[in-house]
């Protein structure tokens, strides 16, 4: 059936049974399947959900996944409401921890939605209805975590090596490449920012030589660091997650699994500090949010000019994320990377490998939409400061996974607009040599 009627007649039908209970007290008398909540804890939970806004098969998948994970077996049918995503959990095997789906669903769904009345009342029926004792005390740590623990809480900046590559003068031929150790704003400690100019075959040879020592981090035991590549537009799918992180060592081991590894896009890094309104506008705009529920997908299927794209940003003034269906070299991404660059949009996922949005292909499931589905359930209640984190987590479950087109190829461009280098040692992309100054 089409969604709309679907949902009608689910509402119909939902209504009658609360008027006419025989049935239903029927099947209440009938067991339950292992690990379940009870078939009248169900019904309660269905009425909660249906005070929800609509939402389409794609949101409630990812709710779905997020719940289930990625290896679940997919849904048999197309899941119109927030009752069908319930139908789907109930009928699968219990959770390795014996937790139920279900109620897993339920808490979720409590920290997502913006209706608070709903928030509260999902969170109720959480306590009220587990079956079993160790269930309830699983759901007060999980709501109480949910509480102290979202987007953002206690995120500590990290420190990360920034690797600062632009052309050196007018042909885009050579490039001059700058090591930084960035903690924070006022502490950014120079590591290498006299080297000549490469070719650049040279500069991969020169990273891939340097980046698996910096990668280590200091003799401390804190986390390893975030390596930031700031590079011009044309090189923001270097693969350098796939680079060895101890190449005499372990041909196995890469950087994007050690350490979070991400992009970011030259000119915009040098923009001077009066044109970066927009920018950290969307960044503040960010703070405190759950990444995940604010996502927003750029279709197989965009085709729109440029002007179109940027009137759809100048609308949406607090869109921070995006994810790509494909690389920017692909037409469906090309435009939503550059449009949003300039329209300050600092955090955007995308797939080296994905989907071109071919007209003759299906995309309920193709590359682009199951990398969407991948990143939105991985960046479930995590704050903008989590997503390298996150993103590197992705990276991790798609090798352990057997999954590679759901992380293998995912390049993150997380663009925190505070994070930069001192002002006089930056310089326009299009200056040449001579007005670079050496530490």
């Not at 292992?34 to 939402?55: N, W």
């Not at 992009?263 to 759950?290: H, I, T």
């Not at 920017?328 to 071109?356: D, F």
Request: aromatic residues 4%; proline residues 9%; charged residues 30%.
């Amino acid at each position: 059936m089409e969604p709309a009627p679907y949902r009608r007649l689910r509402r119909e039908h939902d209504a009658h049974h609360r008027r006419n209970r025989r049935w239903t007290s029927l099947a209440d008398d009938l067991p339950g399947p292992a690990g379940s909540v009870g078939r009248r804890a169900e019904r309660e939970l269905r009425a909660i959900l249906a005070g929800l806004p609509a939402a389409d098969h794609d949101q409630h998948l990812t709710a779905y996944r997020a719940v289930a994970g990625e290896l679940a077996v997919p849904p048999r049918h197309p899941l119109h409401d927030h009752g069908d995503v319930v139908s789907e959990l109930a009928g699968l095997l219990p959770a390795e921890d014996g937790f139920p789906h279900v109620l897993a669903y339920a808490i979720d769904m409590s920290f997502g939605v913006a209706d608070q009345s709903v928030a509260e009342a999902l969170r109720v029926w959480a306590r009220l209805s587990p079956q079993a004792v160790r269930d309830r005390d699983e759901v007060a740590t999980r709501l109480a975590a949910g509480r102290t623990g979202g987007p953002d809480a206690e995120t500590a900046r990290r420190p990360s090596v920034l690797v600062y590559v632009r052309p050196a003068g007018q042909d885009r031929q050579r490039y001059r490449c700058e090591l930084w150790r960035y903690d924070d704003h006022d502490d950014v400690t120079p590591i290498a920012t006299d080297g000549p100019d490469r070719s650049l075959d040279e500069l991969r040879r020169h990273l891939r030589a340097r980046l698996p020592e910096l990668a280590r981090g200091g003799p401390d035991d804190g986390p390893r660091p975030l390596i930031e590549l700031v590079l011009p537009h044309h090189l923001l799918d270097e693969d350098v997650d796939h680079w060895l992180e101890a190449p005499d060592r372990n041909p196995w081991s890469v950087i994007g699994q050690t350490n979070p590894v991400v992009v970011r896009e030259l000119e915009r890094f040098d923009e001077d500090d009066d044109r970066l309104g927009a920018w950290r506008r969307r960044w503040k705009a960010l703070d405190g949010q759950d990444v995940g529920a604010v996502l927003t997908t750029v279709s197989c299927a965009e085709r729109r000019e440029h002007r179109a794209l940027h009137a759809w940003f100048q609308l949406e003034p607090t869109l921070g994320a995006l994810v790509l269906p494909c690389s920017p070299q692909e037409v469906p991404a090309r435009g939503a990377l550059e449009v949003g660059l300039h329209c300050g949009i600092p955090i955007m996922v995308w797939r080296r490998r994905g989907c071109t949005g071919r007209p003759e292909t299906a995309h309920r499931d193709c590359p682009g939409s199951r990398l969407a589905e991948a990143v939105a359930a991985e960046l479930r209640r995590a704050g903008r400061e989590d997503v390298p984190e996150r993103i590197m987590r992705l990276r991790n479950r798609a090798g352990a996974d057997g999954h590679p087109e759901c992380g293998h190829d995912v390049v993150l461009l997380w663009d925190d607009p505070g994070r930069r280098l001192p002002r006089p040692r930056m310089a326009p992309p299009t200056q040449g040599a001579d007005q670079w100054v050496s530490s």
